[in-house]
């Protein structure tokens, strides 16, 4: 039987969201960015009301999950990002 990881504290969940939030801040692309943002954000909303802290620890593990795979793709996206700027950002 595997061990339940112990429910993360606040300031470890309020650094995850913080880093998640940063992270997005570096896709080149308008809407990828701002997708990134608010997906972020929903899925932090919408975890608010978990209380058991299996749960609780299961939605911090995808949430780091998902900072290892918005760092990668940040660099990916960099590397190529479009000419024209979206008209959102002028």
Do not use: G
Not at 30 to 47: G, L, P, Q, S, V
């Amino acid at each position: 039987m595997t061990a339940i990881p112990p429910a993360p504290a606040r300031a470890e969940i309020l650094h995850l969201f913080r880093s998640l939030l940063r992270v997005s801040r570096q896709f080149p692309d308008y809407n990828i960015r701002e997708y990134a943002k608010r997906r972020t954000i929903d899925a932090f909303h919408h975890n608010k009301s978990l209380s058991e802290p299996s749960s609780i620890a299961q939605a911090f593990a995808d949430a780091k999950s998902q900072l290892d795979v918005a760092k990668r793709q940040a660099v990916v996206y960099s590397l190529y990002a479009p000419k024209v700027r979206s008209i959102m950002e002028l």
